[in-house]
Structure formats: C-alpha cells, structure tokens
T-cell receptor, first 113, second 111 residues
Framework: SAVISQKPSRDICQRGTSLTIQCQVD?????MFWYRQQPGQSLTLIAT?????????ESGFVIDKFPISRPNLTFSTLTVSNMSPEDSSIYLC??????????FGPGTRLTVT | KQEVTQIPAALSVPEGENLVLNCSFT??????LQWFRQDPGKGLTSLLL?????REQTSGRLNASLDKSSGRSTLYIAASQPGDSATYLC??????????FGKGTMLLVSP
C-alpha cells in the first residue's frame, strides 16, 4: 500500500495568483497522477506526473496552466497558475503501486476569490 | 472512450439494511475495477480492488462483484451503519495510466 500526504490541505487565493500543491508518498511508486474534483462532480484526471520528464496532460489541460514536477519516485508538485474562480476545486494527488491499485491523498481544497 | 455510470445517484436507508450499489462501464476491456469511499471534503479511501480475472472481492461487510462481459460491478454492503454514510465511487482501469470514475452514489444511513 501507499500513504500519501498533501500540502496545503486547503487555501483561499486571490484571482490571478498561483498556488503550488505538494504531494509526498511514503514509498517509491511507479506512477503519480493529479486529479481535479469540481464541486458536485466526480474526479477528472489532469495529468500523469513522469519522473524526470514532462508530465502527460489530458485533453483540456495544459502545462502553462498546470505545471507539474516530479523530481523523484516519491514526490510531485502541481501548480495552479493565474487562478480564476473556475479553478475552485479539490485537487487530489494519486499514486499507483506495481499491482495497479491506486491510492489517493487527502486532497487540497482550493477556493479562488 | 470508457464511460462509467453509477446507479443510484443517492440512497437513503435506515441502519441495519443490506444494500447494493451499481456500477456499469461501456468498454469491457479493463485491467481492474476499484471501489472507493469519499467522505465530504476529503480524499478517497480504497475499499476493494477487483482484477479483471476475478469475480468478486470481500472485505468485512463489503462485497464487490465483477461481470466484465456485461460491463457491470456491484458493491454490496451488509448490515449498514451510520458510519457508512459517504459517497461511493467506482473507477475502472482501462489502460496503463487512466482511471475512469463514475459520478458516485451518495449514501446516507440513518440511525
């Protein structure tokens, strides 16, 4: 199994600013992901965080808006850039072990005013 | 493109009832299916993982079944308790990197 922590747990930010969310896994994992959950909706995959290379983004998400880093096998960051109220969501870090079971962090609740 | 549907969207039951949550998916070529629980404003807790070669998995009062050919999974909760109140999400792994989620079933168990 994998235990995932995220920082911050929540934040209130002003329009036009940026926020970086950190994700730490307690063991080395093969894959890490970032999801967004908008109010009342299910989860949507933003991107797969690749170690040592550029992240793989899903349709509708771009690197300029959501830059991602993954410097090693246990850590990743997601930045939400130039925020607008539409970016208010829960952002979830996720990791997959070698048996393809996927684990999630507690989430970061972001409110943009 | 894989699509996952969960029925019902919401369910309210008295404590002690046995209940069934349903999940259907459009593409039967899956690696596995995972059931999660999400409490309000929180992250996801993995409940059960069923590999494509398996028919069911059990954990305590929870039992999940998988019928890959018909594109269906059910989560059975026995003797429900107020602490079971949460949103239950079904997610399908159709490839190397992507989990596709349903919209969830919001369960309320009243004392």
């Amino acid at each position: 199994s994998a235990v995932i922590s995220q920082k911050p747990s929540r934040d209130i930010c002003q329009r036009g600013t940026s926020l970086t969310i950190q994700c730490q896994v307690d063991s080395q994992v093969t894959m890490m992901f970032w999801y967004r959950q908008q109010p009342g909706q299910s989860l949507t995959l933003i991107a797969t965080a690749n170690q040592g290379s550029e992240a793989t983004y899903e349709s509708g998400f771009v690197i300029d808006k959501f830059p991602i880093s993954r410097p090693n096998l246990t850590f990743s960051t997601l930045t939400v850039s130039n925020m607008s109220p539409e970016d208010s969501s829960i952002y979830l870090c996720s990791a997959r072990t070698s048996v393809y079971e996927q684990y999630f962090g507690p989430g970061t609740r972001l409110t943009v005013t | 493109k894989q699509e996952v549907t969960q029925i019902p969207a919401a369910l309210s039951v008295p404590e002690g009832e046995n209940l069934v949550l349903n999940c259907s998916f459009t593409d039967s070529a899956i690696y596995n299916l995972q059931w999660f629980r999400q409490d309000p404003g929180k992250g996801l807790t993995s409940l059960l993982l069923i590999q494509s070669s398996q028919r069911e998995q059990t954990s305590g009062r929870l039992n999940a079944s998988l019928d890959k050919s018909s594109g269906r999974s059910t989560l059975y909760i026995a003797a429900s308790q107020p602490g079971d109140s949460a949103t239950y999400l079904c997610a399908v792994n159709s490839g190397y990197s992507t989990l596709t989620f349903g919209k969830g079933t919001m369960l309320l168990v009243s004392p």
